[in-house]
């Protein structure tokens, strides 16, 4: 239960790749996904519609409408009578707790089917009054969850939940074509192959902290280093102040923006033409980026909050450091002036053995 084709995004890719895992295991996966995941006042972006073919060896029903309750009704009827080993919702906003939550009381009246969450965040990273009673009700229908990150598990045993909870981390994103050269990739984008690059990649809000690494980019130390920053990634908020940000710092020579969203199509070759990935958080659960950075071998910067620093040993996959201009500025001079991109990338091959799908699929089996 969640997003999937024809919705866009990395929820709606995760979903479709754990189905697929879950088939290939020999099980029989379906998804059920929205026919209207929102209403198009509450949607941030331009559109919610992939530009994707759709993905083969899947069945996916688009029948979830996430503000009819009389639907909520019908689909859990439905689910109830197909009588499923296994429902597993994914989780990740309270707006979608009345449908799942209602869905789920519906279908455990079967007595049969076990009703599991993937939990991608339990308290929002952007607030509201009613996050906590949402979460409850749905939460209170589950049989058991599984997080991606300690920092969620943690607010899980906090709740407390009384149910079993695993964590298994995010597993590496693979779909997204075979990596390439470096030159090729930086050639298909028409960059320029005797500048460095670094890659600040996914939707922008106001957590993720662009804004942090902006300041860190006009450090002097920085500059004198012949790297551009690639911002690649559609704006969920007002661009203006990032805008006007960049013109105030005399960035406009030194950060390349592509704030279109990046169709699964273009993923390979703005991750192979970066020499490191940047994420600046304030604040995080786990991250797809760095499932991605690490498939295509790519070492990261990444701010010491929630998840992130579980799944970048400092040092070895990247450099973890404080949410700090200072701080981002000296991991960026670290990383270069001490030529760490190839010894970790040497760990990085060691590191990535941990995130399979099979390792999840059969976590969330084991609950």
């Known amino acids: 239960m969640g997003p999937a084709y024809p919705l866009r995004g990395?929820?709606?890719?995760?979903?479709?790749?754990?189905a697929k895992e879950f088939n290939a295991m020999g099980h029989t996966c379906h998804i059920l996904s929205f026919s209207l995941q929102y209403p198009s006042l509450l949607f941030p972006g331009k559109t919610?519609?992939?530009?994707?073919?759709?993905?083969?060896?899947?069945?996916?029903?688009?029948?979830?409408?996430?503000?009819?309750?009389?639907?909520?009704?019908?689909?859990?009827?439905?689910?109830?009578?197909?009588?499923y080993d296994i429902v597993?919702?994914?989780?990740?906003?309270?707006?979608?707790?009345?449908?799942?939550?209602?869905?789920?009381?519906?279908?455990?009246?079967?007595?049969?089917?076990?009703?599991?969450?993937?939990?991608?965040?339990l308290i929002p990273h952007e607030q509201k009054f009613f996050d906590k009673p949402f979460t409850g009700y749905f939460m209170n229908k589950c049989d058991g969850y599984l997080t991606?990150?300690?920092?969620?598990?943690?607010q899980l045993m906090d709740w407390p939940v009384n149910k079993p909870v695993v964590y298994s981390p995010h597993p590496m994103?693979?779909?997204?074509?075979?990596?390439?050269?470096?030159?090729?990739?930086?050639?298909?984008?028409?960059?320029?192959?005797?500048?460095?690059?670094?890659?600040?990649?996914?939707?922008?809000?106001?957590?993720k902290g662009l804004h942090?690494?902006?300041?860190?980019?006009?450090?002097?130390r920085v500059r004198q280093l012949n790297i551009k920053l690639i911002v690649a990634g559609?704006?969920?908020?007002?661009?203006?102040?990032?805008?006007?940000?960049?013109?105030?710092?005399?960035?406009?020579?030194?950060?390349i923006l592509s704030n279109d969203f990046i169709p699964n199509s273009g993923v390979s070759n703005y991750f192979c033409a970066?020499?490191?990935?940047?994420?600046?958080?304030?604040?995080?659960?786990?991250?797809?980026?760095?499932?991605?950075?690490?498939?295509?071998?790519?070492?990261?910067?990444?701010?010491?909050v929630g998840g992130l620093a579980e799944l970048v040993p400092d040092k070895r996959a990247g450099l973890v450091v404080e949410t700090n201009k200072e701080a981002i500025a000296n991991a960026i001079c670290d990383f270069y002036n001490q030529n760490m991109e190839v010894p970790m990338q040497k760990e990085l091959l060691i590191e990535k053995q941990k995130f399979t799908w099979s390792y999840l699929c059969n976590k969330l089996l084991s609950l």
């Not at 991606?148 to 943690?154: F, G, L």
């Open 148 to 154: 991606m990150s300690q920092a969620v598990k943690q």
């Open 234 to 255: 559609e704006f969920y908020e007002d661009a203006k102040p990032y805008l006007e940000q960049i013109e105030k710092l005399s960035l406009s020579n030194h950060v």
């Open 274 to 304: 970066a020499d490191a990935v940047i994420q600046t958080y304030l604040h995080a659960t786990q991250s797809g980026v760095t499932q991605i950075a690490y498939f295509y071998n790519k070492p990261m910067i990444v701010t010491n």
């Open 10 to 18: 990395g929820l709606a890719t995760y979903n479709e790749r754990l």
């Open 212 to 220: 942090l690494l902006l300041d860190a980019f006009a450090d002097a």
């Open 48 to 83: 919610q519609y992939s530009t994707d073919s759709a993905p083969a060896d899947i069945t996916i029903y688009s029948e979830i409408n996430s503000i009819n309750p009389f639907n909520w009704i019908s689909i859990g009827r439905k689910i109830k009578k197909a009588s």
């Open 88 to 121: 597993i919702f994914r989780y990740w906003m309270s707006f979608m707790a009345p449908a799942f939550g209602t869905i789920a009381s519906i279908i455990r009246q079967n007595k049969h089917t076990r009703i599991l969450t993937i939990c991608d965040n």
């Open 173 to 207: 994103y693979d779909m997204f074509g075979a990596p390439l050269a470096k030159a090729d990739a930086r050639k298909n984008l028409g960059l320029d192959n005797n500048i460095r690059y670094l890659l600040f990649f996914g939707f922008i809000r106001k957590y």
